[in-house]
């Protein structure tokens, strides 16, 4: 069975979840929470440390480098959906 995604072309899918690991789960969920964290702590930081920055602004810093890792992380495989994917002959 093949899925169809917008970025990473066809990619085969198993009907049965045979990766399932709940340790792998349990520590990307425990990863995941402790960035959410250092995100809060170090944007506190950094609105005390500059203290005549508005809350909109530190809001708009936050998107703006959010949007480049997100583009950063979706684009890694991009090279391969372009080019090297497509037959040659």
């Known amino acids: 069975m ?6 990473l072309g066809n990619i085969p899918v198993d009907d049965e979840d045979e ?3 709940p340790s792998r789960g349990i520590l ?7 960035c959410l964290s250092l995100t ?5 930081f950094l ?3 500059h203290s005549d920055m508005k809350p909109s602004q530190l809001l708009f810093m936050r998107g703006v480098i959010s949007t480049l890792f ?11 959906v372009v080019w090297d ?3 040659s002959h």
């Open 2 to 7: 093949l899925e169809q995604t917008m970025f």
């Open 19 to 21: 990766d399932h690991n």
């Open 28 to 34: 990307l969920i425990n990863c995941s929470i402790f």
């Open 40 to 44: 809060f702590l170090s944007s506190k």
């Open 47 to 49: 609105y005390e440390s």
């Open 70 to 80: 997100r583009l950063l992380w979706v684009n890694t495989k991009i090279k391969f």
């Open 85 to 87: 994917s497509i037959p």
